[in-house]
């Protein structure tokens, strides 16, 4: 008999607890560096309708990252497949925020989970607005998504990457020379460091992340995405979620995921669950070193590699 999620899930907080690499916490944006690097948590939606946790799942975190499957979600929502001649869907095998490749290739970045593709995003969900009109509607989206009202930006952090995001703004001066940023500069990454700094914790993730395990659908019954759209952003985020570590990720785990410096990951099993996990410190690609650990041991003991066969009674 397969062992209860609940029971995976305490053995796997176990593990983690006993972990003696646990990665290094990004400094580069200096509020994260404030993070105690022993957190770990984990939250299990599933399509049953549960929620399962472990760990500190009630601590906030800054999703950084992650949120630009979110981001993708809403400007695919304004512009559709439009998007595409703005940025790619292939994955970039560089560092996510690295500035040789949109050189070569004319400033449309390679796919919008990369800090460039991230940053057209942004441009286009501003949609000649003000800022503040953009990161309202990001968190509305949040807070309907996992249907918590309480969900909220932290200023801080938003504050401490307008202060030193100087390769943000290269990327983004230098896409603007290729008329690939429309809006300000200022503006467009003013609404991207805020949305980088919403701040949620695993539970709020892992229920966020539900339309994507349910093709498209909000549990409510609301249509959030087509089922062909929620079918592609998983395909992205299991091609292109972990930068240069894609394909290890994808080796290991076998499950769509969107990482974030903040030590998020969100990772989309269709059809059977949304999981988040968060522990700070990174690895040497900027994902999650437990996290990435910790969706491995559970992808193992849950058969839920998307290239797993489908169970007896699926
Ligand atoms: N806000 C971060 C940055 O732009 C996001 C990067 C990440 O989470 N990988 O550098």
Redesign the pocket.
Known sequence: MKPALSTIIADIVAQMGEATDRGKVADY?PELAKVDPARFAIAIATADGDLLTGGDADTGFSI??VSKVFALTLALGKVGDQLWDRVGREPSGNA??SIVQLEREQGIPRNPFI?AGAIVVSDVNLGGHQPRVAIGEMLRFMRYLSGDDSIAINEDVAAS?TAT?FR?MALANYMRAFGNVRHPVDLVLGTY?HQ?AIEMNCRQLALAGRYLMLDGRHPDGGRVVSPSRARRINALMLTCGHYDASGDFAFRVGIPGKS??GGGILAIVPGRASIAVWSPGLNDS?NSCLGTQALELLARRTGWSVFSPPEEGD
């Open positions: 944006i950084q990252s996510f925020n800090n990457e995001g943000n460091f980088c974030g410096v900027g």
